[in-house]
């Protein structure tokens, strides 16, 4: 007997994901920076870029041919553009914008490409390389599983069905197949809905309550796409650990009390208590089977946050109920994901603020990805100096923005002897310039005692 065709169903956080952001006009990527300041080897990136499209990274997603079907991953193995390296060197004051350009440029889950990679020299001798992915394909784990492997020689490629190879009649007769396996699922779902819907009636049509902080929005320029702060700080292991300790907490309950100490200093705490709330994003890839795009569970953390930078038990406390209930007790609006392909465009972007508890509350991402090999320094082979990552939700608008009071968002990552935070934030009303947002990540480290580079 022949190998059995892996199953190229697209799960429905995956799928949903896909959509809400459709219906929203927004899309997610993730960016990744590698700088040496030591001569880069070409070579070791171009054998890179060949290996990294494979696994996770060699697929694209493709539509139903149902308007209610499940969407499939196909397979799009090996450099889905090409290796983009600029002939000239630019000022070193210039990495952010080269990088914030590499973000904008085209990426497309659906008709690809869903990654690009990049080199660019600069005029003190430094170069730097960014890897920007379609967060819709992966998420966090997924990448740092994925670079590693092509830093390794290579990805596994996962066997799916090229695009476009099924017939219109094969594919609407398969969907159709799946449709019918899947609508027991729908209809207890779809009770689960009405429950829902009854209950939380009021978030569908009234807007969520203040931050901490009054902010005063300008009129008009509702459509304006607005670009995010940005910044990361690099901390040694050794010192980072110690403090923890000291404080009574570990590694990830140092990374929340970081999260809701930056907030308070930024104005992003409740408005009705001064607490915070953490959006924390918990891995359910377990081995490397696990083909969804993202599979997490989010775990939702609230805690006083004025208390953190000397005692973090409290911090602790929260987080550690915080993941027992996430795994415990399933998030209802996760549980409705089922329903999400029957949905109208125009809902997508309500039921994603829902999801998000941008009704109810001023959440902070916090997502920690731990340990990670230090593979993912060598993508020419050699070590990078400095390493520095981050999620980008682009074509926010302000009226999205000012609808959710802002963003803020924290990872955190342990790699090369380093604790690698990167911030993002947005207030409205508030000085969100670069300059602006690494002040307070100076004075919140400062808080803790703790020392950083700050890029």
């Known amino acids: 007997m ?43 990136v171009r054998r890179f870029h060949q290996n990294f499209g494979h696994g996770l990274l060699g697929r694209l997603i493709e539509r139903s041919a149902l308007p209610f079907g499940r969407h499939r991953w196909v397979s799009v193995p090996g450099p889905q553009t090409p290796l983009e390296i600029a002939p000239h060197p630019r000022p070193r004051e210039e990495l952010y914008d080269w990088a914030h350009d590499q973000v904008e440029l085209p990426l497309d889950p659906e008709h690809g490409p869903a990654w690009r990679l990049a080199v660019q020299p600069f005029t003190d001798g430094t170069s730097a390389v960014s890897l920007v992915v379609s967060h819709t394909v992966v998420d966090g784990a997924g990448a740092v599983v994925t670079v590693a492997a092509a830093v390794n020689g290579g990805g596994k490629d996962l066997g799916y069905p090229t695009r476009g190879s099924r017939t219109r009649s094969r594919a609407v007769v398969e969907d159709l197949r799946q449709l019918k396996s899947d609508l027991p699922e729908i209809w207890r779902t779809l009770v689960k809905a009405v429950k829902v819907a009854t209950r939380r009636k009021d978030e569908l049509v009234r807007p969520s309550q203040p931050v901490s902080t009054p902010v005063v929005v300008g009129g008009g ?91 973090l038990s409290g911090a602790r406390a929260a987080v550690k109920q915080g993941l027992v209930t996430a795994r415990q007790t399933p998030d209802e609006m996760v549980e409705l994901l089922p329903l999400i392909p029957f949905l ?112």
């Open 221 to 311: 320029g509702g459509d304006e796409i607005v670009t995010t702060a940005f910044s990361t700080a690099l901390i040694d292991v050794d010192q980072w650990d110690s403090r923890a300790k000291e404080l009574g907490g570990n590694h990830f309950s140092l990374v929340a009390g970081f999260a809701g100490k930056l907030a308070e200093n930024i104005g992003r705490t409740r408005a009705s208590d001064g607490a915070v709330t953490l959006m924390i994003p918990v891995s359910e890839r377990d081995n490397l089977a696990d083909t969804g795009g993202n599979m997490v569970t989010i775990a939702n953390v609230t805690f006083d946050p004025k208390p953190v930078s000397t005692d």
């Open 344 to 455: 109208p465009r125009r809902a997508m972007g309500r039921i994603a603020d829902m999801a998000f508890n941008f009704t109810a509350d001023v959440p902070v991402s916090c997502s920690n990805l731990g340990d990670v090999p230090d593979d993912l320094l060598r993508i020419d082979g050699t070590v990078a100096e400095r390493f520095y990552f981050r999620g980008v939700d682009r074509n926010l608008t302000r009226a999205v923005l000012e609808r959710r009071h802002g963003l803020m968002t924290v990872a955190s990552m342990r790699l090369g002897g380093k604790v690698v935070l990167p911030v993002m934030s947005y207030l409205p009303g508030a000085d969100n310039s670069r300059a602006r947002l690494r002040e307070v990540i100076v004075q919140t480290l400062a808080e803790f005692e703790l020392s950083s580079v700050i890029e």
């Open 2 to 44: 022949g190998t059995p065709r892996p199953d190229n169903v697209v799960p429905y956080t995956d799928q949903a994901l896909l959509l809400a952001l459709r219906g929203a006009g927004q899309e997610a990527v993730m960016q990744v920076i590698w700088i040496y300041e030591h001569d880069i080897d070409l070579d070791g």
